[in-house]
């Protein structure tokens, strides 16, 4: 009786095994290996050249997507559908990686020296920033074929200024600012092969990063020649930029700066914005409404990044050489630090999961990405990894300026 | 305060460890393990400004061609005290005269990639 049963069950799973590989044929499509990529993300090995295929929910390395170029100081955008790695690489090379398959699907080299990139609000366009020649071109995001060149001319040589800051921004633009030139340019591509070019001259001597709200609606310059940044409100061109936090340092020497540092992603919580102050052991907290600073938190060493876990409750700070190896939690409440952290020496980059539970960490000096949590603030796992930099999730895809 | 003492102490290391004598006579004091680390700070440090293999980034490109014509002692000066109203920093804080010499040279013969 059992046995008749067994028997026939096991028929059962015989015949619906061959109607299901009949159905699928070749298509390799096999229901247990299908997967979202909403956990993933690329983890940049920065002198290899390779880029790590890595998913956070089990803390696995999952590929290692080789031959990308000189990856020092690279940066990557998501497609909006979460399958697509843009990666920007400072040999000029932009590198479309395919994260489900942990395959590299095109490459070009469509610059010197570039520094970053950015995707557009559609999704469609790819826009890279390079310093040498300085300039910004725009790519189809399905072909990589170059739509658009736009170099970043200044003054009355036609000198060429190296780009920073580039970021997408409501209304199909693109917005940068020229590091040599002190300018911000806000570029309309809903035309790509005809852009609209809007110039905001005399920001500010030397711009060195830019970041955009999450709204879309501000975009501000960290100024790296004089204290301060620059403002500039998107849904009002017309009002111009405009200076704020000018002479945060006055009176007092700055520190050399080995470091430059990030206005990656958006230090903000509830209305105070945390940004990192330019040769000096402070972070400063600006307050929005107002645009004043209401506080600087000393720090262990100069910050490069200066990040919101999600929910805004604490800011993460990791500090320019000779400093690297540490990381502090600022709780935002209290405005205090709430825990030193020394994941290891050069500490280059951090990147929370998408929720923030969980922080990656990654330390050059250690071949080590560490992984921790942020509620208890231990440890809780490392992977090894080659030299890793940059750490970037795939929930960037969703969110204006990343 | 911490960094304060850390440099004292680092320069009088360094004091101690250094005869003042010839430019030729210094390099020789750099043990091969601290070599190792000043090639390390030029990828990673230096990189992080002239690019990884040093051909260029917010900085100018550091190459032996493009070094090239530059008398050394100039290029040790503009190291140990950076460049006034641009990015480049000092280095006298972090790096003795003597330890520039030697990154100076080893600029001017050329990294080799890959090392």
């Not at chain 1, 095109?106 to 520094?115: A, E, L, T």
């Not at chain 1, 780009?163 to 590091?179: I, Y």
Request: net charge neutral.
């Amino acid at each position: 009786m059992a046995n008749k049963h067994r028997f026939r069950f096991t028929l059962g799973v015989l015949l619906a095994s061959i109607v299901i590989t009949g159905i699928t044929g070749c298509s390799q499509l096999d229901v247990t290996d299908l997967r979202g990529t909403g956990d993933m993300g690329i983890v940049i090995e920065r002198a290899a050249g390779n880029a790590l295929v890595v998913e956070t929910s089990h803390h696995t390395q999952l590929f290692r997507v080789e031959g990308l170029g000189n990856l020092s100081h690279a940066s990557v955008v998501f497609s909006r559908d979460e399958r697509y790695a843009y990666v920007f690489g400072r040999d000029g090379g932009l590198s479309k990686v395919d994260i489900l398959r942990g395959r590299l699907v095109k490459r070009v080299v469509q610059g010197g020296n570039s520094i970053g990139g950015a995707i557009s609000q559609d999704g469609r366009l790819i826009a890279v920033s390079n310093y040498k020649p300085g300039g910004v071109k725009i790519f189809d995001a399905e072909t990589l074929v170059m739509l658009a060149d736009i170099p970043a001319v200044y003054g009355h040589d036609g000198e060429r200024s190296k780009v920073v800051g580039l970021v997408d921004a409501p209304g199909q633009r693109f917005v940068f600012s020229l590091w040599d030139a002190g300018e911000t340019w806000v570029v309309d591509i809903r035309d790509p092969t005809n852009p609209q070019i809007r110039k905001f001259r005399d920001i500010g001597k030397f711009p060195y990063d830019g970041l955009i709200t999450p709204d879309g609606r501000y975009y501000i310059a960290g100024l790296f020649g004089e204290d301060g940044l620059a403002l500039l409100d998107l849904w009002n061109l017309d009002a111009g930029v405009k200076r704020i936090l000018g002479g945060y340092g006055r009176g007092e020497q700055a520190l050399p700066v080995y470091k430059m540092p990030h206005l990656e992603g958006w230090a903000a919580a509830g209305d105070l914005l945390f940004v990192p102050a330019v040769g000096r052991h402070e972070v400063l907290v600006i307050e929005q409404k107002t645009w004043q600073e209401v506080g600087r938190i000393a720090m262990h060493g100069q910050p490069v990044f200066v990040m919101a876990r999600p929910d805004s409750r604490q800011i993460w700070v990791n500090f320019a050489f000779p400093n690297n190896d540490t990381v502090q939690v600022i709780d935002v409440p209290s405005q205090r630090i709430i825990k030193t952290l020394k994941p290891g020496p050069a500490v280059l980059h951090m990147e929370f999961t998408p929720r923030g539970e969980q922080i990656w960490i990654s330390v050059r000096d250690k071949d080590l990405i560490a992984i921790y949590d942020t509620e208890t603030l231990r440890q809780v796992k490392t992977l090894p990894a080659d030299k890793p930099s940059g750490i970037f999730f795939t929930s960037r895809a969703h969110e204006i300026g990343l | 305060m911490q960094a304060v003492f850390f440099v004292t102490t680092f320069s009088l290391t360094l004091l101690l460890t250094l005869s003042p004598t010839s430019l030729h006579a210094q390099e020789k004091e750099i043990s091969p393990s601290r070599q190792g680390e000043l090639i390390h700070l030029l990828k990673q440090d230096c990189g992080s400004c002239h690019g990884l293999t040093l051909e260029g980034g917010l900085g100018p490109p550091l190459l032996p061609t493009d070094l090239s014509g530059k008398p050394p002692e100039w290029l040790r000066d503009v190291i140990l005290d950076g460049i006034p109203n641009t990015a480049m920093p000092p280095w006298r804080p972090i790096l003795s005269e003597n330890e520039v010499a030697w990154l100076v040279k080893s600029m001017l013969q050329g990294l080799h990639n890959g090392q």
